[in-house]
């Protein structure tokens, strides 16, 4: 198991920008693949970013692609992402996982998750 904790998320008006940041504890960071999940209110948690153990693939959702990011250092085992053009849609609690699968977007996949930090964007 690995212990994540986000931070970076805030208010934001649309059309502008934030770089969430997730610290992972453990010296097995390399061999999880990470991911980045949102749940807004009464609805699933669902999809956002994935990226490979290595930070060779990346996998985005529909709704974000092209506008966010994600990207991992692994020797200083975090891993980030990059929100621009952010829309009113976008606002949600923001969480990042990991899991042992060299990469996957499939929520059940992932078995640590981080306790979520909160990205509001107004329009």
């Known amino acids: 198991q690995v212990q994540l904790v986000e931070s970076g998320g805030g208010l934001v008006q649309a059309g502008g920008s934030l770089r969430l940041a997730c610290a992972a504890s453990?010296?097995?960071?390399?061999?999880?693949?990470m991911g980045w999940f949102r749940q807004a209110p009464g609805k699933e948690r669902e999809f956002v970013a994935a990226?490979?153990?290595?930070?060779?693939?990346?996998f985005s959702a529909d709704s974000v692609k092209g506008r966010f990011t994600i990207s991992r250092d692994n020797a200083k085992n975090m891993v980030y992402l990059e929100m621009n053009s952010l829309k009113p849609e976008d606002t949600a609690v923001y969480f990042c996982?990991?899991?042992?699968?060299?990469?996957?977007?499939?929520?059940?996949?992932?078995?640590?998750w981080g306790q979520g930090t909160q990205v509001t964007v107004s329009s």
């Open positions: 990226i490979s153990r290595k930070g060779g693939t990346t």
């Open positions: 996982a990991a899991s042992s699968r060299v990469v996957t977007t499939i929520k059940g996949e992932y078995t640590s």
């Open positions: 453990g010296r097995t960071f390399s061999s999880y693949a």
